[in-house]
């Protein structure tokens, strides 16, 4: 009898095609953050917003700073004010969701919603994170942020300084994870999981492109954290369950919220200013020079209140040594693009300071005229006398 034996490369073949694939990932602990940032005001007293709180809400409130990070390697320039609010529900397949707001001294007011997450699959997990961002985008429709935002304006209110009417508004998603169910790197997290739908917010495939760009600000400390930061979205697995990397885009968006006000004021600045110089230079008159004088002044206080306020923005945290946090922060604050931000709103300022020093100039040179007029006009007067007098 002969033996027939496959030969070996059909063993291996066979060896490749049965082998079993990664089991899939199970998030066993986590949250889904939903924040939205709004302007309310040009200031905010803290001190007495505390004080107010206590009086009026009777909840907790704390000057919370980074849980991790040494302070002199990176902290709060001015440590923002946190408050509890009541839970809220956002739907039926919702766990109740943990509400807070933070109040920042430039004006901002960052609202927190966590939505706690245990027990469940990737897919489910993304599921809840796409669920949670449909039933808070600024196109839901829903009155949760603004029953908040109401809610924390009487409390605080009289702590605002120049309370805006308009809101403008800042949104970002966080899918938080504590823990898998089984221990794994950030590499091998990379390759078992695909984060790019959840960071696209999109359950299309996605182009060789595409992916490389969602995935490209991605960090990671120790062998088993990872943190991956997209425009509007950031994946965090932090079994270590600090908050610093939470509280630093919140820091970031708040900076961009900012700088969008800020810049949106001197769009709606400019105009006007060139309004109000032409009608100064239209006017011919004695009080010409004190016109120009008036509106240098208003110019000059302009310049010298955004700067003040904007230079608080740039401080709101003082990164002091180059540590992994402080290169999470830099990441964030060039992916929200905070630089093209501020850099308009410094071009604004230019413009701003440039009319503000021609018109002092014309001014003056008003003033001279005037009196060049009047020291004329007193010589002839005097002339005239002298000549009635004989």
Known sequence: MVQITAPQSYVEMF????????????????????????????????????RLWSERARKRSTRPQLSATPLKAMSFGVPPLALQLDPVRLGAQFETADASVRLYDFGVAAFAL???????????????LDGVDAATAPDAGSPIWRLLLDGVRAAVGEALERP?????????????????????????????????P??????????????????????????????????????????????????VLEVA??????????DELLDDEL??????????RRTMSLFAARRYARLARRLYGLVAEVTELTERVDNALQVTEDVYLARVYAAAIELYRVPNVSAAVERKLAIIRDTYAALYSEASSRRAELLEVSIVLLIVIEIVLSLVRR
């Open 253 to 262: 968006n708040a900076q961009l919220l900012e700088m969008r006000y800020y």
């Open 164 to 196: 805006t009417t308009a809101t403008l508004e800042e949104d970002y998603l966080i899918g938080l994870v504590h823990e898998l169910d089984e221990p794994i790197t950030a590499e091998a997290l990379l390759e078992r999981l695909d984060l790019a």
């Open 114 to 128: 966590r939505v706690p997450v245990s027990e469940v699959d990737w897919q489910d997990f993304t599921a809840l």
């Open 15 to 50: 060896a490749v095609v049965t082998e079993p694939s990664p089991r899939a990932l199970r998030v066993q602990s986590g949250q889904i953050i939903a924040l939205r940032l709004v302007d309310i005001a040009d200031g905010i007293d803290l001190k007495w917003a505390e």
């Open 271 to 280: 105009p006007r200013m060139y309004d109000l110089v032409e009608a100064a």
């Open 198 to 247: 959840m960071l696209a917010g999109d359950r299309r495939p996605l182009s060789d492109g595409a992916r490389r760009d969602l995935l490209r600000s991605r960090f990671s400390y120790y062998l088993d954290d990872l943190v991956v930061l997209a425009w509007d979205r950031a994946f965090i697995y932090e079994p270590r369950q600090d908050t610093d990397v939470v509280d």
